[in-house]
């Protein structure tokens, strides 16, 4: 009677992994400081959604820190649908509100780029809103003004206090 060499094998794997899985860890690593709220953090961070036909959407932060009830990133890139951009110095987070703050651009591509220091993206509703100053540029068209509210389900801007140099 002769040893198969996959009987070896079968039989040297199945006792690795025995003595694997009932090994115990004579440390265990803390993925977070101690007395931190971080539940975890990352550098140079991406996440993808994909589809049957390639990437989705994409997002891109230096850094990604995740709190009980919030998410912070920094110096962020994001890519919806290959329709949208958005890049950002930070980004914040809290119950389906994104509040972007620090050189702001968002860009619908092919139709207008908008400008501004802070935003706000309710993920609900799809509308993004600044008080503060922002600059619109629509093809030739430029706009400055302060308060601009977007909803990019329904494609509607309104905007106010807005000093527009149009071109026909």
Do not use: Q
């Amino acid at each position: 009677m002769a040893l198969r060499i996959e009987y070896i094998l079968t039989l040297a794997i199945a006792v690795t992994s025995a003595l694997i899985l009932h090994s115990k860890p004579k440390e265990s690593v803390k993925v977070t400081e101690p007395n931190s709220t971080k539940e975890f953090y990352f550098e140079d961070f991406t996440l993808l959604e994909l589809n049957g036909t390639g990437i989705k959407n994409s997002l891109k932060a230096k850094e990604a820190t995740k709190y009980k009830e919030t998410f912070l990133l920094k110096e962020i890139e994001l890519n919806y649908e290959n329709e949208d951009r958005v890049f950002a110095d930070s980004a914040v987070y809290v119950k389906n509100i994104v509040y972007l703050k620090g050189n702001i651009l968002f860009e619908e591509i092919g139709s207008f780029k908008f400008w501004s220091s802070d935003l706000n993206y309710n993920i609900k509703t799809k509308d993004i809103y600044t008080s503060s100053t922002f600059r619109l540029k629509i093809r030739d068209n430029s706009i400055v003004g302060k308060k601009l509210k977007y909803n990019m389900k329904e494609k509607d801007i309104e905007a106010s206090n807005i000093d527009a140099n149009l071109t026909y």
